[in-house]
């Protein structure tokens, strides 16, 4: 079958059903093939409703939960996103054209690679992917308006949160005994708040394992 009419029953069956979703998100999916975001052992699951692993703990999220995240951070065009564990740049891809600037995190070199020839592939010109640490962020490019971090986590290293500017927003999965709650934090002066969005399955990120972490 033609992989962008896999990409729209993708989007019918699994994104537009969430309900309330943005027309202009309904429109970065469509613009976006999720296949040139897989790599060639996978391709055949692009599709699917699961969360691709690609190795160690590196996947990308399935495309619900990619959607529902999106669909809360509300982005607006001329804002600078800040994506961390962006694996093959999936979810940077569909941000980038709802976003002005997108900067993408990877631990993975050959991941970020991957990353870079599918969104020349797609045309997309407005995604900058660094090889960094992922609990470290991106202090030199910081403020940023919102930031995602894509996996389940025990907690938000203060570090990161303290990127944001002032009103600024993340959206993390924090893991509960196996159970991810999705969390939005806003930057509020010298504070920050919290509340609960909703609860999912993601995978977890052991780079933000306690130990290696400074919490907040």
Known sequence: MDSSLLNKNMIEGQIKPIGGMQKNIINAFSSINREDFVPEELK???YSEKHLFLKRDRFVLRVNLIA???SALNISNEENILIIGSST????????KLAETVISIE???ELIDFSEEAVKKNGIDNIVFINNSMIEGCSEQEPFNAII????IDEVPKKILNQLELN???IAMININGISNVIEYRKKNNTFTNRFLFSCSAPKLKSF???KSFSF
Do not use: C, F, T
């Not at 740049?89 to 980038?96: D, H, L, M, T």
């Open 68 to 70: 529902k995240i999106i």
């Open 168 to 170: 600024g927003r993340l």
């Open 209 to 211: 394992d306690k130990k």
């Open 89 to 96: 740049g999936y979810s940077s891809a569909v941000i980038s």
């Open 107 to 109: 631990e993975d070199q």
């Open 44 to 46: 055949n699951y692009s």
């Open 149 to 152: 971090i894509e996996g389940a």
